[in-house]
């Protein structure tokens, strides 16, 4: 069982940032393939952003959001600037396979999820 454990989700005012951070048991994230998605009410769960050798990021995210890791502390971060009500979801943290493959997927192992809000 690995289970991803989100936090630093929270309200805040369009145009701030937050930071998200993902930290799981069991997986060396220095060598497999890490992703956020989020879900808004009424709609199904998007790919925002993931992280191999490479990165990939959802359209409506890019030039905002910025997915990083250390590898020391076995963490996993999802920087998020400029937030727009829009951005308002729930933040998953996933585990996916060895790094390699597309940062987009496919991933096994999700979070609970983290509330953002974004009032305007």
């Known amino acids: 069982q690995v289970q991803p454990v989100e936090s630093g989700g929270g309200l805040v005012q369009a145009g701030g940032s937050l930071r998200l951070s993902c930290a799981a048991s069991?997986?060396?994230?220095?060598?497999?393939?890490m992703g956020w998605f989020r879900q808004a009410p009424g709609k199904e769960r998007e790919f925002v952003a993931g992280?191999?050798?490479?990165?990939d990021y959802a359209d409506s995210v890019k030039g905002r959001f910025a997915i990083s890791r250390d590898n020391a502390k076995n963490t996993v971060y999802l920087q998020m600037n400029s937030l727009k009500p829009e951005d308002t979801a729930v933040y998953y943290c996933?585990?996916?396979?060895?790094?390699?493959?597309?940062?987009?997927?496919?991933?096994?192992?999700w979070g609970q999820g983290t509330q953002v809000t974004v009032s305007s």
């Open positions: 992280l191999s050798w490479s990165t």
């Open positions: 069991g997986r060396t994230f220095s060598t497999y393939t």
């Open positions: 996933a585990v996916g396979g060895r790094m390699g493959g597309s940062p987009r997927g496919p991933y096994y192992y």
